[in-house]
C-alpha cells in the first residue's frame, strides 16, 4: 500500500509511505524558503518525481483558517479525535481511496507509528502544541479511548510571554510568533524561577489563564513590569523561567491524575522540542519510557497523517523510518573555481582545520526531517573555545544568547557529560562536566542539547569525530543547522556557495568533496 499524505497550512510538507516504509517526507520551507512555509506546488512536485507508481490512498491533513465571515475548514479540520472520513476518488486516472483526517489526529498517529513496538495494554499520548495540549490513552488496538483535556494552546502562551517583553511585538492584533518559542527557551537558561516577583509570578499566572492568545492579547498586560520590558531584561529571564515550571507542572499534575502510572509516554506537538521539557518527562517516574519523534513539531504532520489512513486500513500505525528521509542535495552549479579549490575529503585534514578554528558547512546524502540539524546539514566547528558560539551566532545571524548544540560520539558521553544516555535526535538535555573544556557547547545552566553519534547510525560524521577525537581528544564538535536566518536547510550548491562567500566561511564539504576558498580570492 502506497500512501501519499499532504499537509495545509504553516509547516507544509508532503510523506509518502510504501509498504510501512518511509520514503521521503518533505518540508516545503527546505531548500531556503521561509521557516514554516505552507504546502507548495513543487513540494508536491519533487515527491511526484520520485515515486513509480500513484499511490494507492491520498491523505489530507485537516486544518482551520479564521476568515473575516467564521472559520474555513480543510479537510476533517484541526481539532478533534472523531474517526477520519474515507472516499474513493479518482487521481490521475486511477480509483484511489481520499483519506482525511484531523490535525490533532496527525500528531498522534504520528507519535504512535514512529515509536518502537511495544506490548503495553495502554499508551499515553501526550500532543502539546500551538493550540492543543491533552493527553489521549490508546489501547492495545491503537484505537482512542479517551482524551484528557490539560490546557489549550500551550505553545501560544508560551511564545506570547515573548512578544509581552518585546517592543516590538504589537499591542492588538498580532498572533504570537512561532519561531518565539525557541528563543524563550533559551532565555529561560538565564533566569530563576525563585527570583520572579510578585508582580511576575501574576502574570504568569494571568498567562496560563487566559482564554485565548489568538489574538495576542498584549495591550491588556500594559500594567505588568513585563510590557515592554525588552527580552532580555531579568524580569522577562525569570518570567520565562517561571512559566517554563509552571507549563510542565501543570501537565505533569494532570498525568499523574489521569493516565496510568507504567504505561509509555510518547510526545508529540511543537513543545515535543524543548529539550528541558523532555528531559523532565524521563525523569518523571511515572511513566515506563518516553519517546520523542525528531518532527514532532508540525514538520511531522503530513508524516503523522499518512500514517493515521495505514493504521485506518490495517490497524496497525508502526513504520519504519530513517530521519534522512529528506532530497538529495542539489548540485545546480559549480562553485566559482577562482575562488574555489576542491580536493578529495580527507578526515585527517579536516579535523585538523577544525582544530585549528575552522568552520565548516557540512553536506552529506538527504536532509534531515524535522527542525534540527543533525549531521547532514551542518555547520561544524570546534567546541572548546568559547568564541566559537559568538563566531557561529554571528555566521547564523541570530541572537548571542541562543546556545549552540554538540555532537559526540557516543564512545565520549561518559567522558564529556554527566549522563551518557543516547539521544541522536537531539532532543533532550544534559549537563557538561565541568572539566570537559567544551565552553563553545555549554549553555549558560551548564546544559547541552546533544547529538549523539553511533558509526551505524551516521557512519560518515562518526568518521570525521573519529579524527577529530585523534586531534582534540574527544569526538565532540559544536553542530548548528545550515541555513539562511528564516529559512529552511540549504539544499543546493548555488546557495551554499553564496552562503558561504557572504558570511566568511572558506570550508564546505559536499559528500566526498572539500571545497576550501583560495587565498585573497
Known amino acids: 500500500m502506497l500512501v501519499v499524505a499532504l499537509k495545509p497550512g504553516h509547516d507544509g510538507a508532503v510523506a509518502a509511505i510504501d509498504n510501512r516504509q518511509l520514503l521521503y517526507s518533505l518540508e516545503s520551507e527546505k531548500d531556503s ?202 524580569e522577562c529571564k525569570n518570567a520565562a523561567a517561571l512559566l517554563t515550571e509552571r507549563l510542565f507542572e501543570t501537565f505533569a499534575q494532570a498525568a499523574r491524575e489521569h493516565t496510568p502510572e507504567g504505561s509509555p509516554l510518547y510526545i508529540s506537538g511543537g513543545c515535543g522540542l524543548n529539550c528541558d521539557w523532555n528531559s523532565q518527562w524521563a525523569d518523571l517516574g511515572h511513566f515506563s519510557s518516553v519517546f520523542v519523534a525528531p518532527c514532532t513539531n508540525d514538520s511531522g504532520s503530513a508524516l503523522g497523517t499518512a500514517i493515521d489512513a495505514l493504521s485506518t486500513f490495517t490497524g496497525d500505525p508502526h513504520i519504519d523510518w530513517n530521519v534522512y528521509s529528506g532530497l538529495d542535495f542539489v548540485t545546480d552549479a559549480q562553485p566559482d573555481a577562482a575562488r574555489w579549490r576542491s580536493t578529495p575529503l580527507d578526515d585527517d585534514a579536516l579535523a585538523t582545520a577544525l582544530a585549528a578554528g575552522r568552520v565548516v558547512a557540512w553536506v552529506q546524502g538527504r536532509w534531515e526531517i524535522g527542525p534540527r540539524a543533525l549531521g547532514n546539514r551542518s555547520l561544524l566547528a570546534d567546541p572548546f573555545a568559547l568564541d566559537t558560539r559568538d563566531r557561529l551566532n554571528t555566521i547564523k545571524q541570530r541572537e548571542d544568547y541562543r546556545p549552540i548544540a554538540p555532537v559526540a560520539r557516543v564512545e565520549d558521553l561518559g567522558a564529556v557529560f554527566h549522563q551518557d544516555f543516547e539521544d541522536p535526535h537531539m532532543l533532550y538535555f544534559r549537563h557538561v562536566r565541568e572539566n570537559s573544556g567544551l565552553h563553545a557547547v555549554t549553555h549558560v545552566d551548564g546544559s547541552a542539547r546533544v547529538q549523539t553519534v553511533r558509526d551505524s547510525g551516521n557512519p560518515r560524521l562518526h568518521r570525521l569525530l573519529t579524527a577529530f577525537a585523534a586531534k582534540r581528544g574527544y569526538g565532540v564538535l559544536c553542530n548548528t543547522s545550515l541555513n539562511f536566518n528564516g529559512d529552511g536547510f540549504i539544499n543546493r550548491t548555488s546557495d551554499l556557495a553564496f552562503y558561504c562567500e557572504s558570511r566568511g566561511i572558506r570550508d564546505m564539504v559536499v559528500g566526498d568533496t572539500w571545497y576550501q576558498r583560495i587565498e585573497g580570492s
Open 33 to 234: 524558503r521561509p521557516r514554516y512555509t505552507p504546502l507548495l506546488p513543487t513540494t508536491i512536485l519533487d515527491i511526484a518525481e520520485r515515486l513509480d507508481a500513484i499511490p494507492d490512498v491520498v491523505a489530507l491533513g485537516g486544518w482551520s483558517d479564521l476568515r473575516p465571515r467564521g472559520i474555513s475548514y480543510t479537510g476533517a479540520g484541526y481539532e478533534g479525535i472523531q474517526e477520519p472520513t474515507v472516499t474513493t476518488s479518482r487521481f490521475f486516472g486511477k480509483e484511489v481511496k481520499f483519506f482525511s483526517s484531523t490535525h490533532e489526529r496527525s500528531h498522534i498517529y504520528m507519535a504512535l507509528g514512529m515509536a518502537p513496538r511495544d506490548a503495553a495494554p495502554v499508551r499515553t499520548v501526550l500532543v502539546w502544541e500551538g493550540d492543543v495540549g491533552a493527553f489521549y490513552l490508546v489501547d492495545s488496538q491503537n484505537r482512542i479511548i479517551r482524551k484528557v483535556p490539560v490546557l489549550s494552546e500551550p505553545g501560544a502562551r508560551y511564545a506570547f510571554l515573548f512578544g509581552l517583553a518585546d517592543p516590538t511585538f504589537a499591542e492588538t492584533g498580532a498572533k504570537p510568533r512561532l519561531n518565539d518559542a525557541g528563543k524563550l527557551m533559551a532565555l529561560a537558561a538565564f533566569g530563576n524561577s525563585a527570583d520572579a516577583s510578585p508582580d511576575i509570578r501574576h502574570v504568569v499566572e494571568r498567562i496560563l489563564k487566559q482564554d485565548s492568545m489568538y489574538p495576542a492579547p498584549k495591550a491588556e498586560y500594559r500594567d505588568s513590569v513585563l510590557f515592554n520590558a525588552g527580552v532580555e531584561s531579568i
